[in-house]
């Protein structure tokens, strides 16, 4: 049985944003090796899904309704899976492995599921 966590005092707190970020900084490290042609594309909109993950989740935090909450949760899962495809497009584009990157994303996705359930049934 695992220990009881405090409550999060801001969205920094959450685990969920704390591995999105993760994810944000190797997306950056990643993609730092495109082609220089992708700059405007590939890579500015990889880069942008990434951060929009982190991002609605820590904007979702301060909603004040569960449904507001939750929905920027969605916002995020939305931006997740537009990654996911990004990461398949440049594995495919030989720009590199990113493996740990894709598991890392799972890890992010699962734990923005878990999160998101949470807050729609809060006595579970």
């Not at 049985?1 to 950056?28: C, N």
Request: aromatic share 10%.
């Amino acid at each position: 049985m695992s220990a009881a966590r405090a409550p999060a005092k801001t969205f920094r707190d959450l685990v969920v944003w704390q591995k999105a970020h993760e994810f944000v900084l190797g997306i950056y490290q990643y993609s730092a090796n495109f082609p220089r042609s992708e700059a405007y594309s590939h890579t500015s909109q990889l880069r942008r899904a990434a951060i929009s993950i982190a991002a609605n989740i820590a904007e979702g935090f301060r909603r004040r309704g569960d449904a507001d909450k939750v929905r920027m949760l969605n916002i995020a899962q939305g931006s997740l899976e537009e990654c996911r495809y990004y990461l398949i497009l440049a594995t495919d584009l030989n720009y590199g492995e990113c493996q740990n990157l894709a598991r890392l994303l799972e890890e992010v996705s699962r734990i923005l599921d878990a999160y998101a359930k949470a807050i729609l049934t809060p006595d579970s």
